[in-house]
């Protein structure tokens, strides 16, 4: 994704320390600036020295649970929460969001779609630090998308549908269910093998106009737009 003015400042609290370490170096690699913690207690010390702009958190941590600590900080102006967990039951999700969360990820993550869910989140809240326009547009009525050197790529309708859902969250995994409906069609007659045949062909259509142009896969969980923002017109 494009890249803001300025790097967002995250707090990583996680009580497993190699994952923690893992994780805080990627974000680091990726260009935030990243400060971590075990627990509430540790996370509190932090926030007293300074605000951050993105929280990402666990759920099962030692003392204060991720759930609470979220419910105690959402109120902070232009906060960012971020549950990341392994707890990925609907129950868990629906919890998440009711304490808080602005987006809720189950691990294990690629770290592309974190670092894609760290900036949208951060430039929603955020939208005084402007992105740079990529110059790529979709134009909705004429189904087609414009890149930057003024090439043009018709799209079906179906094709529409699907890449237009997956731009309204760049970086955020939209479930199979999510695409059928969209499509128009009930997800419970609908054959998954119809699904990644659907997006196979978007993929290959818009890896061959730009491999810049990526559509992931996020094993047994759906799939994400990871690419250059796209104006939606």
């Known amino acids: 994704m494009t ?23 990627q974000l ?8 971590s913690a075990n627990d509430g207690i540790e996370l509190q010390r932090l926030l007293n020295e300074s605000s951050c702009d993105i929280l990402i958190l666990d759920v099962n941590l030692p003392g204060e649970s991720g759930f609470n600590i979220a419910a105690r900080l959402c109120d902070r102006s232009r906060l ?4 990341l967990t392994a707890m990925g039951t609907l129950d868990d999700k629906v919890r998440g969001f009711e304490e808080g969360a602005d987006l809720y990820l189950v691990k294990p993550i690629d770290r592309r779609e974190l670092v894609a869910c760290i900036n949208s989140l951060y430039q929603r809240l955020h939208p005084s630090n402007p992105r ?3 110059g790529w547009q979709l134009h909705i009525n004429k189904r087609e998308l414009h890149a930057p050197d003024s090439r043009c790529l018709d ?19 939209r479930d199979r269910n999510e695409l059928v409906t969209h499509l128009g069609f009930d997800y419970m007659h609908f054959p998954e093998g119809r699904t990644n045949t659907v997006i196979s062909r978007l993929r290959q259509k818009l ?13 047994s969980r759906g799939y994400a737009y990871v ?7």
Do not use: W, Y
């Open 3 to 25: 890249a803001i003015s300025r790097p967002a400042n995250v707090i990583l609290v996680e009580d497993n320390q190699d994952l923690r370490k893992e994780l805080q170096f």
């Open 28 to 35: 680091q690699h990726a260009g935030f600036a990243v400060r």
């Open 80 to 83: 960012g929460i971020i549950m």
């Open 132 to 134: 740079p326009t990529s």
């Open 155 to 173: 799209l079906t309708a179906q094709d529409l549908s699907v890449f237009s859902l997956l731009l309204e969250q760049p970086g955020v995994t």
């Open 207 to 219: 890896s061959k106009f730009s491999p810049d142009l990526r559509i992931m896969t996020i094993r």
């Open 227 to 233: 690419g250059p923002d796209i104006e939606l017109i």
